[in-house]
């Protein structure tokens, strides 16, 4: 593992300042302790990567190089931070709803107790059933057109299984 030495700067309200950031107090996490806007990390080149996504994300800390350089430029007004929204010239697409699969049927199709969509889910497709042979809970939602819990499979075929759907596919 390779080791580094990282110098991060402060931009922005802290640049240049003494300070200590991070966790409060010492035993609830890291604090990186800036002197004159500097903190220098020492260690892998993996950790000061982590790191530095840390330090740019919640503190506007950056490394030695063009990223600094570019957050001082913004930091200073004389570039922007971000590439400039662009005003929207066309005109927006109204949403489309996804096609029916089948136009004639109707909420008929739709089962009306959970023991009824249990009995339509399919024994040989994987994606209705759990690694442990249950249904999954979403493929009878689906079925069902509303929410339902585990509790309620449960309660409404209390041994239900893919070796009890296969079986009663038989």
Sequence with gaps: MAHTVTKF?????YAGK???LGAKKKEMGRQFEFVDGVYTFSGSDKEALSIGNYLKRCYQAYPEGPLLEA??????????????????????????????????ADDNDKPETVAEALN????ED???WTSRK????????????RSVTRAEIEEAAPDFDRDAAKAAKE
């Design 9 to 13: 700067h402060l931009v922005g309200p």
């Design 18 to 20: 003494t300070v200590t």
């Design 71 to 104: 957050a001082k430029k913004a930091a200073a007004g004389d570039e922007p931070a971000a590439p400039a929204k662009q005003k929207h010239t066309q005109k927006p697409v109204e949403p489309t709803l996804p096609a029916d699969p089948d136009p004639l």
């Design 120 to 123: 339509m889910l399919d024994p």
């Design 126 to 128: 994987d994606s209705h």
């Design 134 to 145: 249950l249904p999954q809970v979403d493929e009878v939602e689906k079925l069902m057109g």
